[in-house]
């Protein structure tokens, strides 16, 4: 009989699963992997709780905003467990509450005969190793319960009571008072009642009106507070009354002495059939997450956020924590993209779906949102880097702030309207009042009224046609340029004016960095120093002006990374500087990788100098294009390219990678050609073998 009713629940769990599934991808919208990879991470735990004899880590990694948090509180409201979901945030845990210790404690009772799902939030600043890679010293109490959690469910926190030095004082009363002779019999004073009253005050003694021939010696009052330090030893403050009931002053005192020490002890938490999520925010893994640009094209950002893998949030958690502090978050590592441009135009309809059928449901009109006025949401409210927060500010104050005067004009003008449309022109909200055409399908216009809208972006955007713009025209494309020629790498986009502050333009690359040849690294340098070398091209070496700092710093970034730690210069090894924490590192005394980053750098400017004069024409049509307008994206590109410089093969990634030296290729020609004799490295003795001689 118990194996069907144990079929039939377990049935019945699995059809939970699959609904709750089923609902999170109909409120998150651009999530539908990241929610199954949860939701089969979570299924065993969910269905044999019981088999579990740690916690159950899942590890979800994202950019801000992108609904981490909320994914798993509504994932535990659906599961049944809102009343058992416990949230901290580790930011700043060191105040407050006594630190992550303090949080904790409220999950002593609520573990004790069930599972829980706990989430710790903002993780990354429970770091325990410095950005200099030193370890960060912190108060035992504030960091290791949450490794105890980690790693077997089990951990001890501190007693953190509010009133407990209140208590403490209470207790040294009840002392004073059984040592000058108060006599107590089954918890009531039955001598020196004078000495109680006069001792106890009234917050603390029996209350006023009470018979004097029945004072309990511990007031009822304290009942509460009392049992929060015995709760290990009664069921329930009645039955700890009761035993109250029994003492005399004696024994009462000793009872009070001894909650008294067990209200300062460690406290035993048993999390280990807990369902555990580390939710974090890793800019060491998303490293463009400090771009705040608006104009950053959503699609190309969600392409590189993408190709983080679980090496890579491994690498970025070494930063922050100690190898054996990152092998207790286990394997079980979700990883956010970025949101896309489909995914940011599904949230913004969704929204504003929610709000139409609140106002449906609560004023009875109907109102629609046209898609002049979504885009314009869009181009107001998305910052590729910040998630969905941007979005909703954004909505409320295009739409939100403005419905009560829609609202009002519809009562007090157009009372008889079926429908309001919201649409818009770029600078006003336009709100038509219609109702539907009489013998027809169509609507007619009852009324129309406009409002401007409050724009942040949409000015920024405002076109100067100056010679500002011609200038970051002139850069941007020389970086364009560059890349297409050496390269063969169409760039996403170019910018030559943005929304974006201190960000006069940019280019979207999508140049990959991984696996770089040795003989691409003067190519990469040029495309780096491009618009610099167009400036001096096109307006003089004179005439050249600043604000390419960012480009000469990722140029010699770059370069030294090859040089430094790549083993991509003459001299192999990794190199740093002289510094206690650099012992294994060798040390660039004589300034030789120096000189030799000079080169690269100065070999680098020289040959963009020399590739954007072979392309002179599309150079100067490309810029001249942006001059008069923001941006250009890659068809644009591709176009001028084919008609000005069509000698420039243009490559799509797979091609890129065939053209690429062929290393499997020729690996196999190695094998397939005769054997020759057995390689011998110059310089080592074929006698010598690690730590001793071969006789």
Not at 183 to 202: A, C, P, Q, R, S
Not at 323 to 333: D, T, V
Not at 469 to 489: K, Y
Not at 621 to 640: F, M, P, R, V
Request: hydrophobic residues 35%; aromatic residues 8%; contains cysteine.
């Amino acid at each position: 009989m118990s194996k069907v009713k144990n079929k039939t629940e377990l049935f019945q769990k699995k059809e939970m699963l699959r609904q709750v599934a089923d609902t999170l991808k109909s409120e998150f919208v651009g999530i539908d992997n990241i929610i199954d990879e949860v939701m089969s991470t979570v299924s065993s735990w969910y269905l044999f709780p019981q088999i579990h004899e740690r916690p159950v880590v899942v590890n979800l990694w994202g950019l801000t905003g992108v609904g981490k948090t909320a994914l798993v509180k509504r994932l535990s409201e659906l599961l049944g467990y809102k009343d058992r979901f416990f949230a901290f945030d580790l930011n700043g845990s060191e105040r407050g509450q006594a630190g992550i210790e303090g949080q904790l404690q409220e999950l002593r009772e609520s573990s004790r005969n069930y599972p829980v799902i706990i989430a710790l939030d903002e993780f990354q600043h429970a770091r325990t190793i410095d950005e200099g890679g030193g370890e960060i010293r912190k108060d035992y109490r504030d960091s290791n319960p949450i490794w105890q959690l980690l790693d077997s469910g089990v951990f001890e926190v501190r007693s953190f009571r509010f009133r407990h030095h209140d208590f403490q004082g209470f207790c040294r009363d009840i002392e004073y008072m059984v040592n000058s002779g108060v006599k107590v019999k089954n918890g009531v004073v039955v001598e020196k009642l004078e000495l109680y009253h006069e001792i106890m005050t009234d917050d603390e003694g029996e209350e006023k009106g009470s018979d004097d021939t029945c004072v309990s010696f511990v007031p009822k009052r304290k009942d509460y507070q009392l049992f929060e330090y015995v709760e290990d030893d009664f069921t329930h403050p009645k039955e700890m009354r009761n035993h109250l009931n029994t003492l005399n002053e004696r024994e009462t005192l000793a009872f009070l002495l001894s909650a008294e020490m067990k209200s300062g002890a460690p406290k035993q938490v048993d999390c280990s059939n807990a369902l555990l999520f580390i939710l974090g925010n890793l800019d060491e893994a998303y490293q463009m997450a400090g771009d705040f640009n608006p104009d950053i094209d959503a699609d190309s950002f969600h392409e590189l956020t993408l190709k983080i893998t679980l090496p890579d949030i491994k690498e970025a958690l070494k930063q922050r924590f100690r190898s054996e502090q990152i092998a207790r978050l286990g394997n079980n590592h979700i990883i956010y993209p970025a949101f896309n441009k489909k995914t940011y135009e599904q949230l913004i309809e969704l929204e504003l779906n929610k709000l139409s059928a609140k106002i449906l449901n609560k004023e009875g009109i109907k109102i629609a949102f046209e898609n002049t006025l979504q885009r314009l949401i869009y181009r107001e409210g998305v910052y590729p880097t910040q998630g969905t927060r941007p979005i909703y500010t954004t909505i409320h104050r295009l739409v939100h702030t403005v419905l009560g005067k829609v609202l009002a004009e519809y009562y007090l003008q157009v009372p008889k309207a079926e429908i309001i449309n919201l649409a818009s022109d770029m600078k006003n909200l336009r709100v038509f009042y219609l109702v539907k055409a009489q013998g027809g399908d169509g609507l007619d216009i009852l009324h129309e009224i406009q409002i401007p809208h409050a724009l942040n972006l949409e000015n920024l955007r405002a076109q100067k046609c100056d010679d500002k713009q011609a200038l970051v025209a002139v850069h941007e494309t020389g970086h364009a340029v560059t890349c297409l020629a050496l390269t063969g790498v169409v760039p996403k986009c170019i910018y030559s004016h943005s929304a974006g502050e201190n960000t006069a333009g940019f280019v979207q690359s999508g140049l990959d960095y991984n696996n770089l040849a040795r003989r691409e690294i003067i190519d990469r340098v040029a495309v780096f120093l491009g618009g610099i070398a167009a400036e001096e091209l096109v307006f003089g070496a004179q005439n050249r002006t600043t604000g390419a700092s960012t480009d000469l710093k990722n140029a010699t970034e770059f370069i030294t990374d090859m040089l430094k730690k790549e083993g991509m210069g003459d001299a192999l090894g990794t190199f740093q500087n002289p510094s206690p924490r650099t012992n294994y590192k060798f040390y660039d005394d004589n300034g030789t990788i120096n000189q030799a980053g000079k080169k690269l750098m100065q070999a680098g400017f020289q040959k963009a100098l020399v590739t954007l004069e072979q392309h002179r024409t599309l150079l100067l049509q490309l810029a001249d294009y942006l001059s008069n307008n923001a941006s250009i994206q890659s068809e644009g590109i591709e176009q001028l390219t084919r008609k000005y410089a069509p000698e420039i093969e243009m490559k799509n990634r797979a091609e890129i990678q065939s053209t690429r030296y062929p290393y499997r290729s020729r690996l196999k020609q190695l094998l397939s050609e005769p054997q020759h004799d057995e390689y011998n490295p110059s310089g080592f003795e074929t006698g010598v073998l690690l730590n001793k001689i071969k006789s």
